[in-house]
């Protein structure tokens, strides 16, 4: 039986594909192992790295260096797909892993704005969110730090012309910005879910169509291989609940 996690692991990986030769930054459990099937599976060209200097195979080898200056060199020219998290997130994809509260005084100080705004208008950004709630999926918030389809489309091409934000994915289900007014629409459910329920955990009001798919089931071998070889610990249950 496919477990949810298994599921938020597909749905990751599925954000790689197509990319080709790219640099997969996923942060957290769910998606660094989302990119290393895509890399074992659809998406060989993949690149992945071990966190800090160096471009790795997937057992760990060192393909490639990949100082910081490098680095940016591919965020800026696009070579970049990254999956970030989200402390909050609104309808168009805007992004807050700064604060919680008013800038003036906020109730909490959370991560900072870190390199959200120069990923989002410079090359695609995808999202996890490993608990779907109103407070994650709000109307509005707090702070921009990601940059979403309505800021971007105002401020001009300038901003609007390498931004792209393929993919949501959530322990509830996956979610993509072709709603209208690039809003967010609710692509898939992950199976067991209702789509009451993600509107009851949404701060929003989302896109859903009338017949909704579920997020696509793994093949035996990905299964093998999110079990035995990229996960044997079962980490991932960890981070989503069954």
């Known amino acids: 039986m496919t477990t949810r996690a298994e599921y938020c692991v597909i749905a990751c990986a599925e954000a790689w594909r197509g990319d080709g030769e790219v ?36 057992d760990g080898t060192v393909e ?27 309808r168009y994809g805007n992004q807050n892993i700064s604060c919680i509260g008013d800038w003036e005084r906020p109730s909490r100080q959370l991560l900072g704005v870190r390199g959200a705004p120069v ?8 999202y996890w969110v490993p608990r779907h709630s109103p407070r994650v999926f709000v109307e509005r918030v707090d702070m921009v730090s990601g940059v979403g389809y309505d800021r971007a489309g105002a401020a001009g091409p ?28 609710l692509a898939s459910l992950h199976p067991g879910v209702t789509v009451e329920e993600v509107r009851a955990a949404t701060g929003f009001e989302l ?25 044997p610990k079962g980490l991932r249950d960890r981070e989503v609940r069954g």
């Open 64 to 90: 490639g260096w990949l100082p910081y200056r490098r680095h940016l060199a591919m965020v800026t020219g696009g070579r970049r797909h990254v999956m970030m998290g989200a402390s909050q997130i609104d």
């Open 207 to 231: 896109a859903i169509g009338a017949d909704v798919p579920y997020t696509r089931e793994p093949s035996a071998e990905e299964l093998r291989l999110i079990r035995e070889v990229i996960d």
């Open 23 to 58: 640099l997969a930054s996923p942060m957290g459990p769910i998606p660094s192992f989302g990119a290393r099937l895509a890399k074992r599976t659809f998406s060989p060209d993949l690149l992945l790295t071990d966190g800090e200097a160096m471009l790795v195979g997937l």
């Open 158 to 185: 300038s901003a609007s012309r390498f931004h792209r934000l393929p993919r949501v994915v959530s322990d509830l289900g996956v979610f993509d910005f072709g709603g209208p007014g690039r809003s967010m629409r």
């Open 119 to 126: 990923n989002t208008l410079n090359n695609p950004v995808s």
